[in-house]
């Protein structure tokens, strides 16, 4: 499975992003997917997850009422609608995919090569 990213840029402080993480090759429709983040100068953390069948979506608590995850899985595509952006928010977000939802980054078996979103204030 490979995994692509895509819907990242430049906004401005408020603002909104989405984001989307589908496949070129192989399909998402097995795997719960997670959305991780890595900012300048720091570790890769935890954002969003949804499990195979679109429910039980988790959030990390920094984004949550702020960001939504979702997918469509006729279009084989998870979603991060990014609302609220914050500078603290600019980062490289990652997709991944993996048996369970989870925080842990080591519970997920593919990852995607990141989208950047710049916040501007």
């Known amino acids: 499975v490979r995994l692509v990213e895509s819907g990242g840029g430049l906004v401005q402080d408020g603002g909104s992003l989405r984001l989307a993480c589908t496949t070129s090759?192989?399909?998402?429709?097995?795997?719960?997917v997670g959305w991780f983040r890595r900012a300048p100068g720091k570790q890769r953390t935890f954002v969003a997850a949804?499990?195979?069948?679109?429910?039980?979506?988790r959030y990390a608590v920094a984004v949550k009422g702020r960001f939504t995850v979702s997918r469509d899985s006729a279009a084989n595509t998870v979603y991060l609608q990014m609302n609220g952006l914050r500078f603290e928010d600019e980062a490289v977000y990652y997709c991944?995919?993996?048996?369970?939802?989870?925080?842990?980054?080591?519970?997920?078996?593919?990852w995607g090569q990141g989208t950047q979103v710049t916040v501007s204030t």
């Open positions: 090759e192989g399909t998402l429709s097995p795997y719960a």
């Open positions: 991944a995919a993996g048996a369970f939802t989870a925080e842990s980054q080591q519970q997920y078996d593919y």
């Open positions: 949804i499990n195979k069948n679109g429910r039980g979506p």
